[in-house]
């Protein structure tokens, strides 16, 4: 009976860890699919988890807040878009630059706007994700419909369609006549909605308020996951609980006070190497990642 | 880019520090760890103290936030540089920098709190948080229903090892038969600043049974905080005093009083009195001790209080020993 207990609330806690990991990880999807590269999610995540506490602590409205992350992760990944689809930058460095460009640009802002130190104000129960069922809230159960949603927009529709063939082949899909950026850019306001959705959870649902530094290298954990995962939805999710499940083992494990905490805290991210190397380059890679996209020009 | 910008800013601040000098005849300087002055907790206290101070006596001090590991050093130097007649230096991780800078600057005098540097201008103020920790951990367990309480520590350090074990002396001299669950957050300095996993260890912790939970963990204890308020049960804050942060559900706050020790140090350093060396100060010097206001009247019972009162009376007494680690029998159910 103890046991049982104990293992659903592991599986309790590994659902609300996942929940960010697989916004995240599905907003790299999106982006990746389409062939650019989003090393940003971090960036990203943060500046939705500080737009959404942000404006909900302002309107006092918990989904005004949520469309203040989304349109701030969007608002990134048209940054994004601009320096590597339009200019063709290199990918992983823009991706980076938002990264530090963020981290160290909110709590400025956070300051300027609050004087609390690169916090917002601490959120009432109205201006937060509360739990509506089975214990969870709206931001979950959207992140784990949103997974068949995925699978069904990429590989039933004619949209799905382009967009992994742009990833794969952009010059075929050129040649066919569709505008290769525009699908890039297409797949980059997805990817913007749902990190700035992933930053969210962690302010206004997790939390009850912005705090600097908030997403402690999950937008990171989020990239492990979706190449984990291949690029594909459910294997995705299934990546992210498993990071989410040791996750929560290593909280319980640490309360049995068997192993050093050093240890345990090592766990999840051993697990990550090991899987990696597991996996390995098991394909799934979107051929045309990381690759701008040139037009050819007739000789 | 550290690298690079320092030799300008250096530049810089060497065509400034004369001016600096002779604009105030005392200045005081104040250096906050990681967190920042904000952190409604260690830091914020010794802001606190700080702009008490500024207010009392009308001289201005300087300040520097630091934001990365790196800074450091460099802060505590410019600092020094531009004149300042006394530096301090807030929270452990501090201790190495403090070593190194004073010993550029013999002149000037600098206080670190909650590490040691053994140096002719240093003086180190270390407080008996266990002293601080075993009360509030008698209050736990005197609020506990279920008979299990639990502790949430920041990054795993001797440090925070102190607050444990005090909590765990303090919970077992009430209820012989308690149980403490105890997490850390983490082994890193973002152990500090992880609100999201904070709350996810007291919720794991509630979900064992535990009712009352201990957080000493800077902002991460936030999260704890407000894990305690969503599931209805208690949280203890620390350094600063915390009740206010959830009210209803914060038992209490285990109070650090580095606003004493920074006025204290402002103070001395200006009148002369300033001495290098150590300042070990625990319950005697009511250096450290628990909260009590409007916020957490309703909570604590007259025998709690007159509990806590006979505690800290044997404590101070030398009646009844906290051990700063967990390796003697006190610590065993």
């Known amino acids: ?299 | 880019m550290h690298r690079l910008l320092s030799p300008v800013l250096m530049l810089v601040l060497l065509a400034l520090a004369p001016a600096a000098v002779t604009a105030a005849d005392f200045m005081p300087a104040i250096v906050f760890d990681m967190g920042g002055k904000f952190d409604k907790s260690f830091n914020q206290m010794a802001y606190e103290g700080a702009e008490a101070w500024r207010k009392e006596n009308g001289i201005a001090y300087r300040e520097f936030e630091v934001t990365s590991p790196v800074q450091r050093e460099q802060a505590l130097r410019q600092l020094a540089r531009r004149g300042a007649a006394i530096v301090i230096a807030i929270g452990f991780s501090q201790g190495p920098a403090v070593a190194t800078v004073a010993k550029e600057f013999p002149n000037t005098k600098f206080t670190v709190i909650d590490a040691i540097v053994d140096a002719p201008n240093v003086q180190s103020v270390v407080m008996r948080e266990q002293e601080g920790s075993f009360l509030v951990g008698m209050l736990a367990a005197m609020k506990s229903q279920t008979g299990k309480v639990g502790f949430v520590g920041g990054m795993d350090i001797p440090l925070i090892r102190k607050f444990a074990a005090g909590y765990r002396q303090g919970a077992l001299y009430v209820n012989p038969k308690i149980e403490v669950l105890e997490n850390m957050t983490g082994t890193t300095p973002e152990a500090w600043n992880d609100p999201t996993r904070g709350a996810e260890l007291a919720k794991a912790q509630f979900g064992r049974g535990v009712d009352v939970i201990y957080a000493a963990a800077g902002g991460t204890g936030l999260g704890v905080y407000q894990a305690a308020k969503d599931a209805g049960k208690y949280a203890i804050g620390v350094d600063s005093n915390q009740n206010y942060v959830q009210p209803g559900t914060m038992l209490t706050s285990m109070v650090k009083r580095i606003d004493k020790v920074v006025g204290e140090a402002f103070t001395s350093a200006r009148d002369g009195s300033w001495q290098p060396g150590t300042r070990d100060l625990g319950l005697a010097a009511d250096a450290v001790g628990w909260a009590l206001d409007q916020y957490n009247r309703p909570l604590i019972t007259a025998e709690m209080e007159e509990r806590c009162k006979q505690a800290t009376a044997d404590i101070v007494a030398g009646k009844i020993k906290v051990s700063e680690t967990c390796s003697n029998a006190a610590c065993t159910n």
């Not at chain 1, 063939?165 to 909605?193: H, S």
Request: aromatic share 8%; hydrophobic share 55%.
């Open chain 1, 1 to 299: 009976m103890e046991t049982a207990t104990q293992i659903l609330l592991l599986v309790a806690a590994a659902i609300r860890l996942a929940t960010p990991l697989l916004l995240a990880a599905l907003a790299g999807l999106y982006a990746e699919r389409s062939g650019v590269i989003d090393l940003s999610l971090e960036g990203k995540m943060l500046a939705g988890a500080f737009a959404g506490a942000a404006v909900a602590s302002v309107t006092g409205s918990v989904w005004v807040g949520a469309l203040g992350a989304i349109l701030t992760g969007i608002v990134l990944s048209l940054l994004h878009g601009f320096a590597t689809v339009t200019h063709r930058g290199n990918q992983v460095v823009a991706g980076m630059a938002i990264n530090i460009a963020m981290a160290g640009l909110i709590p400025t802002v956070a300051q300027a706007i609050f004087a609390l130190g690169g916090q917002t104000p601490q959120l009432g129960p109205a201006q937060r994700f509360l739990n509506v069922a089975l214990g969870n809230n709206a931001l979950t159960f959207f992140a784990f419909l949103a997974v068949p949603a995925t699978g069904w927009l990429l590989y039933r529709t004619g949209w799905g369609l382009r967009l992994r063939a742009v990833g794969e082949n952009p010059y075929a899909v050129d040649t066919a006549g569709l505008p290769v950026a525009r699908l890039r850019y297409q797949a980059l306001l997805v990817n913007g909605a749902l990190a700035g959705l992933a930053g969210a959870y962690l302010s206004m649902a997790a939390n009850a308020g912005f705090s600097r530094d908030m997403t402690a290298g999950k937008g990171y954990l989020a990239i492990a996951a979706l190449i984990f995962g291949r690029w594909a939805p459910v294997p995705t999710m299934l990546a992210c609980l498993l990071f989410a499940f040791a996750d929560a083992a290593q909280a319980q494990l640490q309360t049995v006070r068997i192993l050093p905490s050093q240890f345990v805290g090592a766990l999840p991210y051993i697990l990550t190497v090991l899987v990696l190397a597991l996996v390995g380059k098991g394909g799934g890679m979107p051929k045309a990642l990381g690759i701008p996209y040139v037009k050819e020009r007739g000789a």
